[in-house]
T-cell receptor, first 114, second 112 residues
Framework: EPEVTQTPSHQVTQMGQEVILRCVPI?????FYWYRQILGQKVEFLVS????????KSEIFDDQFSVERPDGSNFTLKIRSTKLEDSAMYFC????????????FGDGTRLSIL | DQQVKQNSPSLSVQEGRISILNCDYTNSMFDYFLWYKKYPAEGPTFLIS?????DKNEDGRFTVFLNKGAKHLSLHIVPSQPGDSAVYFC???????????FGQGTTLQVKP
């Protein structure tokens, strides 16, 4: 069964450094998402992406965050200057369409900011 | 964000019995409701969904019930199996956004 893959599985970064989290969505999917889960808290939406542009973003997704689909297969989340509170599990998801189709998630990247 | 609540943090059932997981929501704009299962160190795995035009959807051992009037949905697993032990999330969204709003999850333990 096709799956969403994320790399790396664990990323340790110094505060203030830039980090890029990578995702390969399912190949025929058109909608892409990033979510995060801070330890002990709910999974929360960050951003959705369709047709090479952001379709929706949350309050969390400020100017420090950006997303890109640099080629036909990868979808990346960049955090420009990491903060301690960015430590979380980051999940990438994709879906065939934006409505009434399930989103399929990768296994996540654990981001630890020191 | 209190739009989606799963009031039972945990549930323990015997193998072969029914597991019932509940979810309440407040946003009347939600029209597509999904259940995800999550094992440790893995991402959420899609389990079953229901559209707001239905009140029941069944897939094998899993059935989701939607009561729009009460803004309540439930997931029934019967018979429960030890491999069903995981964290279960309900995650609805509204048709004008693909953004999923997750509940806090219910940890299900199925005892052999």
């Amino acid at each position: 069964e096709p799956e969403v893959t994320q790399t790396p599985s664990h990323q340790v970064t110094q505060m203030g450094q830039e980090v890029i989290l990578r995702c390969v969505p399912i190949s025929n999917h058109l909608y892409f998402y990033w979510y995060r889960q801070i330890l002990g808290q709910k999974v929360e939406f960050l951003v959705s992406f369709y047709n090479n542009e952001i379709s929706e973003k949350s309050e969390i997704f400020d100017d420090q965050f950006s997303v890109e689909r640099p080629d036909g297969s990868n979808f990346t989340l960049k955090i420009r200057s990491t903060k301690l509170e960015d430590s979380a599990m980051y999940f990438c998801a994709s879906s065939e369409s934006g409505r009434d189709q399930p989103q399929h998630f990768g296994d996540g990247t654990r981001l630890s900011i020191l | 964000d209190q739009q989606v609540k799963q009031n039972s943090p945990s549930l323990s059932v015997q193998e072969g019995r029914i597991s019932i997981l509940n979810c309440d929501y407040t946003n009347s704009m939600f029209d597509y409701f999904l259940w995800y299962k999550k094992y440790p160190a893995e991402g959420p795995t899609f389990l079953i969904s229901i559209s707001s035009i239905k009140d029941k959807n069944e897939d094998g051992r899993f059935t989701v019930f939607l009561n729009k009037g009460a803004k309540h949905l439930s997931l029934h697993i019967v018979p429960s199996q030890p491999g069903d032990s995981a964290v279960y999330f309900c995650a609805p969204h509204s048709s004008n956004t693909g953004k999923l709003i997750f509940g806090q999850g219910t940890t299900l333990q199925v005892k052999p």
